[in-house]
């Protein structure tokens, strides 16, 4: 990237997170159905595969996308939040768009932006903007199809103004409840609203209170549902180099020794709804070739989820962000790796259920290094640190201001006592935790 493109992207990136941030909500589409009509429209120029869900909804996003790009469409792909570059959030391609294409298509909807705040009494939101960007790029490109993951819950986000006729619900579990709702029902119920007449809904295994709530919205508006464990599923799967070889049962056909280059069984049940999405667009009755489900699934990767970034000893960074998240991350590392002592480095934010996740995390780290990270909702390390102790003792926890100390300290812990191997560090405890870590330890290109 140029330095007049990097400054360009910074002044623009600034700009648009003085709008309302990501953790502020009000619960209305008005402003974004204005947005897109006096745009013309951008969103009705494509189909869309609508993503919802507590968690797994970026890895089964990118998933959909590389299968629908290995059938030759050209996609489009909208994610938040974000780990190293905002530029992240669009995708044309399977790549993020150029810093000059978001740039560019900044300055061309800023004066747009500026008649939607002036006819409302609220402006367009960070998120509400950064939606905009998206579904005007993919008009502009133009792409075949976008898939499009949810910001938070679902009926009234701001992505919930497309007529898509697939859409996905990931796991549903505890998160964002101050928005939501305090229970899975409640949470639900939100994620429910993306279902929309005739419509293809591809079902993960989800809690019985959550599959309730969304199989009565599929009746009640006249969808057709798709349901992981019914009419498709993962029938086997064993750890390879790298990732894990699986056996997956789609809508049409079975496909075998499909391998994914990414760690857990929740990997796994992604894919498997991946693939129930993509086949569900299609819409035909024949399977997909057997060769192009296995070249797909062997692209993908998903930066961020269980990623290695260093060896010697492992270091892995990890999106997670709430305890069903954690307890997932969990069964995934006894699952893929062999670690004789793993310690954590750990940064939440405050809004989160930190004790839930601490006490997720417990039974598997030797020890742990709280921090912070760059975020103003980040929690106070000296607070997140008296959570710890409370979970781990204070044996077991250790206190850096910093993360890249953090980091540093927790691989000197590590390899103690663990001169034969095994030694491991993880990186966790949000989005933002894991992408300063990630810009911290993978070497510069």
Same mark, same amino acid.
């Given at each position: ?32 159905? &204005? ?28 998933? /959909? ?189 079975? @496909? ?9 069984? @929740? ?8 693939? &129930? ?20 699934? &062997? ?105 890249? &100390? ?6 000197? /812990? ?32």
């Amino acid at each position: 990237m140029s330095d007049d493109a990097a400054h360009a992207l910074a002044r623009v990136e600034k700009e648009l997170l003085a709008r309302w941030p990501e953790s502020r909500i009000e619960w209305k589409l008005e402003r974004m159905t &204005a947005l897109m009509h006096a745009l013309g429209d951008p969103h009705l120029a494509y189909p869309v595969v609508h993503v919802a869900g507590t968690n797994g909804k970026t890895s089964t996003s990118r998933m /959909i996308d590389a299968l629908l790009r290995a059938l030759g469409l050209r996609t489009g792909r909208y994610t938040s939040p974000h780990l190293e570059s905002i530029t992240e959030r669009i995708s044309l391609d399977g790549e993020p768009i150029s810093p000059e294409v978001f740039v560019d298509q900044y300055e061309q909807m800023a004066p747009f932006f500026d008649i939607v705040d002036a006819q409302s009494d609220t402006k367009l939101s960070f998120f509400e903007a950064m939606t905009g960007l998206g579904f005007a790029v993919f008009a502009d490109a133009p792409v075949d199809v976008a898939v499009v993951e949810v910001g938070m819950g679902g009926r009234l986000d701001a992505t919930n103004i497309v007529p898509a006729p697939v859409s996905v619900i990931t796991p549903i579990d505890l998160d964002h409840m101050a928005q939501l709702g305090n229970t899975i029902a409640e949470i639900a119920g939100e994620k429910a609203g993306i279902i929309k007449a005739d419509q293809t809904v591809v079902m993960s295994l989800q809690p019985v209170d959550a599959a309730e709530v969304l199989l009565r919205k599929v009746v009640e508006v006249g969808a057709t549902v798709a349901r992981e464990g019914l009419e498709f599923g993962v029938v086997s799967r064993d750890n390879a180099v790298g990732g894990q070889l699986m056996s997956l049962q789609g809508l049409h056909a079975r @496909y075998d020794e499909v391998f994914v280059p990414l760690f857990g069984g @929740y990997q796994a049940s992604n894919a498997a709804c991946a693939l &129930a999405a993509v086949e569900a667009f299609t819409g035909g009755e024949h399977p997909i070739d057997s060769e192009i489900v296995r070249s797909a699934f &062997a692209s993908v990767r998903s930066p961020g989820r269980l990623e290695v970034v260093r060896s010697s000893p492992t270091v892995l960074v990890d999106a997670t962000h709430n305890p069903a998240g954690a307890r997932a991350t969990v069964e995934a590392l006894a699952d893929a790796f062999a670690f004789r002592r793993l310690v954590g480095v750990i940064a939440i934010l405050a809004d989160k259920d930190v004790t839930g996740m601490l006490e997720a995390f417990e039974p598997f780290l030797a020890s742990v290094v709280v921090t912070e990270n760059s975020s103003p909702r980040a929690m106070p390390v000296d607070d997140l640190a008296a959570v710890a102790v409370e979970v781990f003792g204070p044996d077991r926890v250790v206190v850096e201001s910093g993360l890249a &100390a953090a980091i540093a300290t927790a691989v000197e /812990i590590s390899e103690e006592d663990a001169e034969f191997g095994g030694a491991g560090v993880i990186v966790t405890g949000s989005v933002i935790t894991a992408g300063e870590a990630r810009a911290l330890l993978r070497p510069k290109r």
